[in-house]
């Protein structure tokens, strides 16, 4: 069977994935209550006391609202780079010493036969990272809270299989959208948060014919809309020749989970 994944929910109220193969279970990120990640979960199947790893990408509340009591309720490893951790040990509560795991940015993670990569992203965070995950040939990618892609981040998530990459906002929804001008700005910044437009361009310099699915996540409830991003990635992909038969665009959501993926089906 290899990789599988299911997108539990994505956006600014919460974000956690769940990957598995055969043997391990990981969840990225828990921007939620441990109730509701468990729900979230058994719509998949699932229940927490599956879970063999917490992995995280960064402190900020929609990532890891419900991280501390998760790893209490299940006794779970946390995984994070050391300046995660600085900023996790003031929000989270008390975690066992044994499950206080340091992976350190472009370090390699292996579970059982499942490897997961991390690698360094632009956003205004402590030290924020994306992941690869790796099954023999399988590669998933999770790239969200990106300020822009950086050539770095193009070069990992390159030839990926699947991937979830954010597609936050419609710059000219976001600008005369009902937020102040200093969020605009962040959002909009290099430490921000990626646009339909700049996800559209940016995967025209990745996309191989590896590649089968691109699943467009973190959109903004205020400045965006699914069939916009949908649209908006699809037109700029359909200009440089790059059809829907080559490589899918699928939608996530804020309030359900995703399908299960697989990555060994097309």
């Known amino acids: 069977m290899g990789l599988r994944f299911s997108v539990l929910s994505s956006g600014s109220t919460g974000n956690a994935t769940v990957v598995t193969n ?14 509701k990640i468990d729900e979230l979960l058994q719509e998949r ?9 917490i992995v995280v990408t960064h402190e900020h509340a929609d990532h890891i609202k419900g991280l501390g009591a998760v790893a209490r309720k299940f006794d779970l490893p946390i995984y994070a780079n050391e300046k995660t951790w600085a900023e996790l040990d003031r929000q989270i509560g008390e975690i066992a010493e044994s499950n206080r795991r340091v992976l350190d940015t472009g370090g390699l993670l292996e ?3 499942m490897q997961i990569e991390s690698f360094g992203i632009s956003h205004d965070a402590a030290e924020p990272v994306g992941y690869c ?3 023999g040939e399988q590669k998933l990618s999770l790239a969200t809270d990106l300020g822009y892609m950086s050539g770095k981040v193009k070069e990992k998530i390159k030839d990926s299989d699947v991937l979830v990459l954010e597609s936050n906002h419609d710059i000219e929804m976001l600008r005369m959208g009902k937020y102040p001008w200093n969020i605009k700005r962040r959002i909009l910044s290099d430490v921000g948060h990626l ?3 700049a996800a559209g361009e940016g995967l025209i310099d990745i996309l191989s014919s590896k590649t089968k699915r691109v699943y467009l996540a973190h959109l903004s409830r205020d ?4 069939d916009l991003a949908r649209l908006t990635v699809g037109n700029i992909l359909e200009g440089q020749r790059i059809t829907e038969e080559q490589v899918k665009l699928m939608d996530t959501y804020f309030d359900r989970p995703t399908a299960w993926d697989r990555l060994d089906q097309d």
């Open 223 to 226: 400045h965006n809309m699914m």
């Open 195 to 197: 646009s339909n437009e």
């Open 45 to 53: 199947g699932m229940c927490g006391s599956d879970l063999d790893a």
């Open 133 to 135: 995950f790796h099954e």
């Open 22 to 35: 055969e043997e391990t279970k990981v969840l990225v990120d828990a921007g939620f209550s441990a109730k």
């Open 111 to 113: 579970i059982g036969t």
